[in-house]
């Protein structure tokens, strides 16, 4: 009979390689969707005052979805999007972005099945940021930016 029992210390390495693969795709992730060369024209550390909404879903990039784990803040001068804090380890490769109004087109797009709003930014028109029609409308309401044109 052939024992598979391993001695718990086998297992040590488990933690760490866990870790760093969670770090890889993260990394992946963010200059795949473009995050990283948004962060570069757009970060934006600091919190700003604002009408905000938590654990949104966007994609970022055309590519890269962020399910449930983005929190959207929109004032009179911009949107800031940034991942869910409790994620920490996400803002290893995705710094808080803040974006002006004014760098913001908002067009209306959609698939077979799901109609939605694409943010395309000034500096970086390559990389679209797609939104739900609802968080889109919400955010134009706070912001009292006219943004996103009647459909």
Known sequence: MINF??????????APAILAASAAILFIMAEVGGWR???????CR????????WMQ??????STGYGMSL???ANDQ????????LVVFFSLFHPPLFIPWEEIQAV??????????????QAHPDIPFAISNRLAEKIQAASGQRWLEEA
């Not at 879903?57 to 055309?62: E, F, I, N, T, V």
């Open 5 to 14: 029992q391993q001695p718990p210390w086998m297992f040590l390495w488990l």
């Open 37 to 43: 060369r948004l962060a570069k024209t757009y970060a």
């Open 46 to 53: 600091e919190k700003i005052d604002g009408t905000s909404w």
């Open 57 to 62: 879903s966007g994609s970022m990039g055309g």
């Open 71 to 73: 929190n959207i803040t």
């Open 78 to 85: 911009g949107l800031r999007i940034a991942v869910v804090p």
């Open 108 to 121: 209306h797009s959609q698939t077979f099945f799901y109609q939605y709003v694409t943010l395309i930014f």
